[in-house]
Nanobody, 128 residues
Framework: QVQVVESGGGLVQAGGSLRLSCTVS????????MGWFRQAPGKEREGVSC????????YYEESVKGRLTISRDNAKNTLYLQMNSLKPEDTALYYC?????????????????????WGQGTQVTVSS
């Protein structure tokens, strides 16, 4: 069974930074594309970023470009999201997800339906 566990969320003031981590077990981690998603109350789950199996080929939602950086350490089975210059509108529950069918992100990276295994999420709250 695939297990996905996010960590690193918390409360931070606007302009501050956090680094989210996602540990994955139960699969060959470096075979799969990985994505970060977020969901705020009353809103749809949206794609934040995606990274291919090798760590190359990254994609970002427009509003986070230049502020958030996705990376992975395949030796540690860990996905990261470095979050800088945080804004109140970044407040959401952040999930990581694995696509068990593809090793690259491609044009559908932002679609939640594509991903097969999800964590429970970690809360990020940014105060003004």
């Amino acid at each position: 069974q695939v297990q996905v566990v996010e960590s690193g969320g918390g409360l931070v003031q606007a302009g501050g930074s956090l680094r989210l981590s996602c540990t994955v077990s139960g699969l060959t981690f470096d075979d799969y594309a990985m994505g970060w998603f977020r969901q705020a109350p009353g809103k749809e789950r949206e794609g934040v970023s995606c990274i291919g199996w090798s760590g190359r080929g990254t994609y970002y939602e427009e509003s986070v470009k230049g502020r958030l950086t996705i990376s992975r350490d395949n030796a540690k089975n860990t996905l990261y999201l470095q979050m800088n210059s945080l804004k109140p509108e970044d407040t959401a529950l952040y999930y990581c997800a694995a696509d068990l069918g593809l090793g690259y992100c491609g044009g559908s990276w932002y679609r939640p339906q594509r991903y097969d295994s999800w964590g429970q999420g970690t809360q990020v709250t940014v105060s003004s």
